[in-house]
């Protein structure tokens, strides 16, 4: 059968080693556009933000039920299987693909400025704006400053309360 693996354009998720593996096992690896993940991931538009807000509704119905106490790991993997499994369908999985364009192919689906870097990038230089400039290597500073800080006085240490001495001292109290 034949495998698709789909993964953004972050550099960690494209090293030549997953590369490798890919081709040394048959799997297609297919890198997703840069600046486009954010629409192109199906499942995160698709399937983790609604298992995102069925898990905290699950959630909030729990503490509510159980007031007073905390969701430890054991009930955290029960409430999320219950999200999980609520949330988990072919048909979904399928929607994602079809909402993303990536099956069928469709790719007009997503706008043109998508696929452009962020405004904030494009965004001219604030005349305002000073750069502070380091010393070159062969400027040095011939003044010499004395600082009187301690580190106490910007960090205090912390003071502990005085505890009864224990061992000893308790058997004697035991004994009288």
Request: glycine content about 4%; hydrophobic content about 35%; charged content about 20%.
């Amino acid at each position: 059968d034949p495998v698709l693996l789909l993964v953004d354009n972050h550099t960690s998720h494209c090293s030549l080693p997953a590369v490798l593996f890919c081709r040394d096992n048959h799997i297609t690896f297919l890198t997703l556009p840069p600046h486009a993940s954010h629409v192109l991931q199906a499942l995160a538009k698709c399937f983790f933000a609604p298992l995102k807000t069925l898990y905290s509704s699950k959630t909030e119905k729990w503490l509510i039920q159980n007031p007073g106490k905390v969701i430890t790991l054991y009930k955290f993997s029960g409430i999320f299987q219950e999200a999980y499994s609520d949330t988990t369908r072919v048909q979904l999985a399928g929607k994602a693909f079809r909402v993303a364009g990536i099956e069928p192919n469709n790719p007009h689906i997503i706008s043109e400025d998508c696929y452009s870097p962020s405004l904030v990038t494009l965004a001219p230089l604030d005349n305002d704006c000073t750069v502070a400039v380091a010393p070159e290597e062969n400027e040095v500073s011939s003044s010499i400053s004395q600082i009187d800080v301690s580190i106490q006085s910007i960090l205090p240490l912390p003071r502990h309360e005085q505890r009864g001495v224990k061992g000893k001292e308790n058997l004697k109290n035991l004994r009288s």
